[in-house]
Structures are given as C-alpha cells and as structure tokens.
C-alpha cells in the first residue's frame, strides 16, 4: 500500500513540475486522501511581496498612463459648444379687441410634447438650413497650418474666396493656399491625383479644373499672416447639412414651459456662438413667415368658398321665391294650423244647428201634446230648458201663448162640456196657436237646414284645400333645406373671415430667448481632469492588473511563512543565498568562509538537529528534495562539513545514482562507490574519499546501475551503514529527488532524520503538499525541512525545543564576515530594480 501511494506521489509531482520520467507513468488514484485536494488559500504576505517587487512597474505604468493623458490633450482638438434656450408660445392679441371667443383654432389642441416636437423637427430642418445657408458663409471653410493641427479661422481669416462652381467636382477638394508676397498668392490643387500649382494676384479671378476663384485681402491681412499655410475648401449643401445635423442638437427641456434648448458643437467657438444666435433669429423668421403664409392661404380659401356659397344661397332662395308665388302660401305649416282650426269651428257650428234641429223636432212633438208644462205655475222655458239656444222669441211667445190657452181650456173643461161653445172657442184658440207654432217651426227648420248644408259644403272646400297641403309642405321643405343649409354656411364662413382676419392683425409669436447663445469659456471636451484621471486610473488599473497576474502566476515558495503554513514538517532551518562566487556544481564554502552568514545558518541548523537527535548517538541522515536543482547535494555536503568542524566525524554518500554530484562537489572522481559496494565489487573502506576537512569523508555513487531500487533495498546496503557507524558519528545521505524516483523514499524510510530541502524563488508551491502526503503515507515523524537559497532582507528566527536561532541581515548585524559588496552595473541596476 506504501509503494503505491508513493508511486501516487512521484507521479503528482512530475505533473505539478511538468516533468516526464523515463520510465513508465503510473496513473493518479482518484480516491485520494484529505489534504491533497485542498485550495490554496489567499497568502496576503506572498500579495505584500509580489506588490512590493511591482511598485516600480505600477509607478511606470501610472507615469505612462500620464503622459498617454497629456498627448491625447495636446493633439486633440478641443470642441466647444454654445447653447440658447427658447421659450415658445402663440399669444393671440385679439382678445384685447373683445373677440377672444372669435378666435378658438379650428384644429383640434395638442399636447405639449407633440407641439415642441414639431419645433424641434423645424429647427432642424432643411427649410432652417437654407436661411441659415443664407445668412452665415458656411460655403467655404478657410483653415490655417499650425505646429502640429490645423485651425478653422472663422471670420478673421485674412483672404476671402469668392468663387463659381462650373462642375460638382470641384465641391470639398482642398486647397493649398500660400502667399507669395502681400499682392500675390499660390493655390496648390490635385488634378487626377496629380499636384498643380498656380499663382494669381489678389482680386483676380483665375479659372481651375471645375471652378473660377477669385482671391479677395481681408481686414485681417497682416505682415505676419503673409508667412502663415492656408488651405480652404468649398462646401456643397449636402455637406453644410451633414455638418450642422452632426453638430447641432434641439431638445426639448420643460414640455409644460414650452422650453427648447439649442446648442451646437464646434473646434471654433465664435463659430458655434454665431451659428445658435443665427438659428434663433432665422427660426423666428421662418415662424412668422409660415404663419402669415398660413393665414393668406386661408382667407384665399375661405374667399372662395364663400362666393360658391353665396351664389348657391341665392338660388336657393329665388326657387323658394317662385313657390311661394306658385302656392299662394309662405308657410304651408301656418296654413295646415289655419285650416284646421277653421274645420273645427265648421263642426262645431254644425254641431250647433244639427241640435236646434233636432230641439225643434222635439219642441213641435211637444206643441201637439195637450199640456207642454207639468202644471199652471210652470213656464214652458222652465220645462223645455234648452228652448233658450233657439233664441227665437218668437217661438218662445206663441208656445208661452199655446201653453196658457191650454190650460185655459182645461179649467174650461172642467166646468164645461166640450160642446159648450165656450169650450169650443177656447179649443178653437188652441189650435189655431199650434198651427202658427207648427208653420214656424217648419220655418226655422228650413233655415237651419240651409245654414247645415252651407257649413258641409264649407267643410268640403276646406277639406279638400287641407289634402293638397301635403304636396306643398313636401316641396317646400325641399326648397327650405337647402336654404337653410346655404344660409347657415354662409354666416359661418363670413364668421371665420373675420376670425382669421382678426387673428392676422393681432396674433404674433411669444417667442423669447431666456438665455442667448454666449461664447463658451472652455471646451466641453475633451475634458482636461477626465482625461488625465482615465490616464492615471488606467495605468493604476494595469499596475494593479500586473500585480494580480503575477500574484496568480507567482507558484513557487518565497518565505518561510509559507513552508510552516503549508506543510507539518518542521522547519529546521534557512540558508541564504550564497552569492559570493557563480558555482556551476555544488561546492563546499563552509571551511572557506566559516564567519559568513551561511555557514552561521547551517551551524543553527545543526544546532537545531541536535533537539532532535542527540549528537551523541550515531546518526544517519538523509537529505532529499522534490526535483533535482533544489540545492539537496550543496545542502548535504555543507552541512557535513559544519557538523564535522563540530568535531564528529562524518561520512557523506551520495546515493544519487542516477545522477551523481557529490564527487563533483569535491572535485573527486567517480570511478566507484556505492553501487560497487553494493554488488560487492569493492569494499566500504576501498571507496571512501577524503576532504579538505580531516574529519568529513565521502562515497561517491559510481557508476549508475540498471536497478539503483534494488540495490537499496538488499541486505548489503544494511551491512554498509553498519559497517560505516563502526567509524563515523554520522552518515549524510545524498539521496535521489522523491519527485523523480522512488529511491529517496526508501532510504528515508532507513534515516533517523529525513531533511526536505525547498528552495526559496524555485520549488513549486503544490510540492509542499507532497511533503505532508510523505508524512502522512511513511510516518516521518522527524522530517523537518530547510529552505535554501533565501532571499537575505530580513531577519528570522526559528527554533527547536526552547527556541535557538540566529539572525540574518543585510549586513551581518556586525556577527559575521560577509563578502565584499560588488559594484552593480546599470543593467544590474534596472533588471534588480524590476525582478
């Protein structure tokens, strides 16, 4: 189970070193151990370094975001802008003639918004432009050559072109302009890609390629302007549109003031200034303009309309005219209402005499009857009352003179007989009273009757005069409507004359500039503090970018710091660089230079070792690293020799097989060693080679053996170390890197104190968890670590038990000899200043 985690571990660490083994690679177990998956976690002391090494690159970056500022600002041309506000409204000031309700518009009201947007879309037309065209010289565009831009010179330039277009070419073609001397100038022109130059007196016209020019001295013209380069251009309309439709910008700024905002953007602000007072003014123009257009072509219209109106009212009236004289009537509803009244009082008179009629039928059945009251006190108009609508009286005396005889002869006859002549007389009286009543009644009857059949035939002429009234109605309804309509028309459009006639004495536009254009005081951009602020923030940004991309890429150990927080080994130490002299193979330098600080900082880490293992018991000691260059074989061989000037005798194998260096540190040969000894080629005591210290021996790896695994692992190897501890105090192993092969692990398996050297600037971070895995997969409990090659710029402490350790600085802090201080060259300088 061991073989195959640290056949695991070998493998993670050549894919985190990007190294490639010669033999076989052996595949991850993806169900690996807690720990090894674990993230790094965000190293605020590695951020501090990486920050610190980067400050002369985000110095740099802010010094070039700076100057990229300042040659935007000096090569770009600033633009100004010149802006007005209108307020806009119509006042009609008729309403001050006492006809304000003569004048409501005849369109429908709009909102505010679609009205300001309908001003806002005049401004900035064609119909502007044109005026605009007309009253400012926007067709020739005069510009002078500076140091490095060109400038517009707007209304001081010191020349004017007048010119005539013969063909369209000739519009936005350039033209160089120099003067020759006060009187004369030179007009530089491309032909067909081709340069022509001609020079012409001032005033004089001359004829180019499409366009005859004449060159006219300005106000402007000075002595000094005469060494100046000039160059103009002609501008058709299509281009003076696009100009002011690019630069110009009409927005509607209070919807419920009626407010519009004019501005116009220019590299000449005179020019912008001029340009908004002049569509203010132009806009006022074509306002009013468009209105009294608008009000002509109305009264035209309602002139118009009026005459057809007119001639179709009279028509109207002369048919209504001729019917009136056709019918005899005006009005046949008048008519109608008149006619039938006069039927009604026909039948009612009628009524009236057919009731007489009949009270006479009544009265004359009552004249033949014997009695005509109910008894002597009544009269004959209390018992006939409706006698008194006859108004005869006549009739009412002789039926009064009847109806006394008869009771007469009733009193007669009740004392006489009826052949008494008395009787007969009285009877006699009463019959000739009802003949004259009856000869009377007759009389009236007929006359009643005649005055009945007078009232029919009445009623039949009115009768039929009612039923042709229809006709008549109809067809003057016919003629009334149309004369109505006309008549009705007619006022209306007289009505409407007079409104817009009113309205085109006293309405004029509320038309007032609140705030006219002024010259702007400096240029909207480009804006001088924004442009220099992008320029820092955007090399800040940079610098902070190249600070986080090299914080994210910065993968290799730098500090002691992150060894104890990365791994559980202990940290038996720090060497410094050693920077003295440029080795090309590991040497040793602690008998040469025994007070400088690196032999001081292996003399701790000696001292360290002693907590661990006591120096008076036989040691054996490996020393390994991840990948070969770490430092392991420097480390091993100065350590020895440190631990040898102590007085223990030492003894160094280098069981690197694969690639030796120990030999080469001490500048020995390596004919044989360790991989004789182990076959029994040669024994221990043939194979050891001295030192420059008496007391610190050595065994070169000999040659390289096909299987340096099995080697280690035979009993020989047992024998040997045995057979070394007879002399030796302690035995320095100069093992193979664990990352690489597996022979290292095996000889830690065997040492009494495993070392891990990491070198500072070079070991990758990811090797550090592999460490942890050795621990944890092997038990070492006693692996500490060294980290090699350190940085010397501060101090460091560290300890073993009750806490020794030593400090290292710059200069020593005056305990050790340091090597004299080269002289940098300017390169050095630079390349030390940015690394």
Known sequence: MANNENAELEELIRNA?????????????????????????????????????????ILLLLILGGTASWL???????????????????????????????????????????????????????????????????????YVQGTVLESEMYGNSPFKILYKVRDNSAYNRRFELKFVDA??????????????????????????????LQVVPTASLTPESLEDSYHFTIQDDISVNRYLNQNLTVEIVNPEANTIGISFSDFNATKAQDIVNKIDSVYLEEKLASKSEATRKQLRFLDMISEENRNNLQNAENNLQKFVQRSGSYDVKAEVTMLGTKLEKLETERLELNKKIVLLDEVSRMANQDQLTRDEGQSVQQSIPALATIEDPLLDGQLSDLNNLQWNLRRLSRSYTDKTEAVQAEQAK??????????????????????????????????????????????????????????????????????????????????????????????????????????????????????????????????????????KASVLGIIPTYDKEKMEVSRLVVDKNPKSAISESIRSIRTNLDFISSSKKKRLISVTSTISGEGKTFVTVNLGGIIALSGQKVIILDLDMRKPKVNLAF???????????????????????????????????????????ELILSAQFDKMIEELFLTY?????????VGLVTDGILIMR?????????????????????????????????????????????????????????GYGAYGQGYYEEPATKTLTFGQKVKKLFT
């Not at 076989?24 to 990486?50: H, K, R, Y």
């Not at 105090?729 to 890197?737: A, Q």
């Not at 050795?774 to 409990?781: K, V």
Request: glycine share 8%; net charge positive.
């Open 430 to 567: 009463v019959a000739f009273a009802r003949n004259s009543i009856r000869r009377l009644l007759k009389q009236n009857q007929r006359l009643l009757r005649s005055g009945l059949d007078e009232l029919n035939a009445q009623q039949a002429k009115l009768t039929d005069a009612m039923q042709k009234l229809p006709a008549q109605g109809t067809e003057q309804a016919r003629l009334q409507r149309p004369l109505e309509l006309f008549e009705k028309s007619y006022l209306m459009l007289l009505d409407k004359k007079l409104e817009f006639n009113i309205e085109k004495a006293g309405a004029t536009p509320d038309f007032d500039i609140l705030s006219p254009a002024s010259p702007p005081s400096a240029p909207i951009s480009p804006n001088r503090l924004m442009v220099y602020a992008i320029g820092l923030v955007g090399g800040l940004v940079l610098g902070l970018g190249l600070v986080a991309v090299r914080y994210f890429m910065h993968n290799t150990v730098t500090n002691v710091r992150e060894l104890e927080r990365s791994t």
């Open 750 to 806: 065997k040492a009494d104190i495993p070392l891990y050297i990491v070198r500072a600037g070079y070991s990758n971070k990811s090797f550090l968890k592999n460490i942890n895995r050795l621990i944890r997969s092997n038990n070492f409990t006693r692996m500490c670590t060294i980290l090699n090659d350190a940085q010397s710029g501060g101090s460091y402490g560290y300890g073993y038990g009750y806490g020794y350790g030593y």
């Open 17 to 57: 070193t990007g190294g490639v083994p010669g033999g076989g690679v052996p595949a991850l177990n993806p169900a690996a151990t807690e720990g090894d998956n674990e993230e790094a976690s965000f190293d605020i002391a590695t951020l501090v370094l990486v920050a610190r090494r980067s400050l002369l690159w």
């Open 667 to 709: 500048g020995a040969e390596n004919t044989k060693g360790i991989s004789t000894i182990l076959i029994e080629r040669h024994g221990v005591q043939e194979c050891i080679q001295p030192t420059s210290i008496d007391s610190m021996q050595f065994i070169s790896a000999g040659p390289t053996p096909p299987n340096p695994s």
């Open 183 to 212: 009187k004369r100038v030179k007009i530089d022109y491309n032909e067909q890609s081709r340069p022509q130059s001609v020079e012409v007196a001032l005033g004089t016209e001359v004829k180019l390629p499409g366009v005859t």
């Open 72 to 142: 935007y600002l000096r090569y770009t041309k600033p633009v100004y802008k010149s802006s007005s506000l209108l307020k806009i409204d119509e006042r009609n000031e008729g309403s001050a003639l006492g006809l304000a309700g003569q004048m409501v518009p005849a369109v429908a009201d709009k909102t505010h918004n679609t009205k300001l947007a309908g001003e806002v879309e005049l401004i900035k037309s064609n119909i502007i432009y044109r005026r605009l065209k007309d009253s400012l010289a926007l067709d020739v565009n005069y």
């Open 729 to 737: 105090d302690v035995v320095l192993i100069d093992t193979p890197p």
